[in-house]
Each structure stands twice: as C-alpha cells, then as structure tokens.
C-alpha cells in the first residue's frame, strides 16, 4: 500500500512540473519570438479603450498607427506601450486616451476581472514584470490562475501555428456604420459604467503614470487625449472628479479635449462612441490641427477650443 501511494505522489509531482515546464516554456517562446514592429513610417502611436478605438482613424491621421482595445485598463496599454515602442525606435509621440471612466474603480474589475485578464493575458502575460504580477495575485489570485491556463494553451497555439506577430491582434481603429443613439434614447438607456460611488482606481491611475514616465525616459512626447463623448453619456457624471484628477495629479501632461465637439446623432455609434462618420470628422480636425503645429504651442487648449467652436457652429444642430 505504501508502495501504491508513493508511486502516486511521484507521478502527480512529476505531472505537476511537466505543467510547470509547459507554461514556463510557451510563456519562454512567446516572450522571445513575438513580434511588434510596424511600418517605420509611422511615428505616432495612439493608445486606450473603445472610445480612442472608435474615434481615431489611424487612415487620416498622419503617421500614426491606432492600437486602442475596447475594454483594455492602462494595466494593459502599459505592456503594449513598452513592447511597441521597444520594437520601433521610429515612434516619437504617443497620445494616450483619457476619458471619464479611465478614473473609475470600474477600471479595477477591467484589470484583474476573470472577463479582461483571460482575454488580455494570453497577449501580455510573458512581458509582466514581478510588480505587474502581484497586483493581479494579490486581487484575484483564483481567477489568475484560471486565466494563465487559458494564456498557456493560446500561447501553444501561437507556437504550433508560427503566428509570433501580434500587431493586428493586439488593437485597431474599429469603424463602425451603425448608430444606435435614437433607439437607446427613446428606451432611456443610458447605460452607465461608473461604481455608484465615483471611487477611484488608483491602480489604474498608477499606470497611467507609469505609461507617462515611461515614455518620457524614452524621450517621446506624450499626451493626454479626450475624444468627443454624446453630451447624454452617462459617465460625464463625475466630470468634476475628472477633472480634478486631471489637475491634481497630471498637471505636468498636457490634456487635448475634444469633449465639446457636437455631432448629430447619426455621427454617434452610442452614447459613449462616434461612428466612423463622427471618427473621420474628429480625426480630421486633430490632424489638421497637427500639421498647424498644435503640440509646440503653449496654449493648445485654447487653439482647440477656437477650432471646436468653428466646427460646432458650422454643424446641423445635433438632435439630443
């Protein structure tokens, strides 16, 4: 009998280091193979969740290549960051999507929720370093696990398949053709997604910072960027939070906001999105602006708010 129970305690040990070396290993290859290099013509990178996503057409937008992910916290757009521009020395200035529910604590659930760290982890999970690892073990250690298995059999897959490049995998602009803003409106669908009690994610706020600094000790420029949100959306609820989070703890980044651009509905895919109609129009005020040498001036705001108002006035009165 003991002899019994001993060959089983030798088997699950060995078992268990053969899962240990698998994970070990894929991670190993996935970190040392994967692929991020982009065109070197482009020199500007765009970052954020689904609002960037939809709202910057990396087609007009000169030299620019848009890796926004709907649902990506900064925990992730600080990996992608390093990773990208890691592998293109050509890059030059990054702007960094900031919108309202970026201060949330709905933002924590975005980390090291079971939904986003078993989607974005099989992408991101060999680039973490130990800090990155404990803030997700020191949440939701159970989840963690789960979703490091899903990580590992993706990344076998990639490995079987040869598939190291994960630019179109990793973020894209996403047009959209349809506009639901009339039907969410007339069935008072607002759908907030901030916590009730306007709680900040100070996780979320770090690595945001962490993304700042990190590209100012790689000498790019670096902003901070607000795309046009409908005037109903619902988490302009905290807009005072927002901007107080804005003045108190990045003052030294500037903020180019677009907020007060007005679009009729047919130009918004929701209430927290444009429509590829409202993307190109947005993006092509921002290029514009771009090539008038908006970011070496010293008061970019006020040039912004001079455009916006030209452009608001020129618009069909929007129906909201």
Known sequence: MKGFIKKIIVFLVLAILVVIGIVIGSNYIAKTQS?????????TLVLGHSHS?????????????????????????????????GANSHIKTVFIEF????????????????????????????????????????????????????????HLYRILNGNYDLIDDIGSFAASK??????????????????????????????????IEFCRENNLRVFLIRSPQHPLYADLSNEALYQNVKNTRFEDVDLLDFDAMQFPNKYYLDLHHLNYKGANQFTTLFNDLLKSNLLNTDDKQAIIDARIEDFNTKQIKPSF
Not at 62 to 70: F, M, T, V
Not at 182 to 205: D, G, M, R, V, Y
Request: glycine content about 2%; charged content about 25%; overall charge negative.
């Open 35 to 43: 692929r991020f290099k982009i065109s070197e013509d482009i020199s």
């Open 53 to 85: 996503q939809c709202s910057v057409n990396d087609s007009i937008l000169k030299n620019s290549i848009n890796l926004s992910a709907s649902g990506e916290s900064y925990f992730y757009n600080y990996q992608k960051l390093k990773k990208v521009v």
């Open 99 to 154: 919108a309202n529910n970026h201060v949330d604590s709905v933002m924590d659930d975005w980390t090291w929720g079971f939904e986003k760290m078993s989607f974005y982890l099989p992408f991101y999970s060999p680039y973490m370093d130990s800090e990155d690892f404990n803030v997700l073990l020191e949440h939701n250690s159970t989840d963690l696990f789960a979703s490091y298995s899903i990580a590992t059999r993706k």
């Open 178 to 211: 349809q506009s639901k803003v009339e039907e969410l409106i007339a069935k008072n669908n607002f759908n907030p997604t901030l916590s009730k009690s306007h709680t900040l994610s100070e996780t979320n706020l770090n690595y945001l910072r962490k993304m």
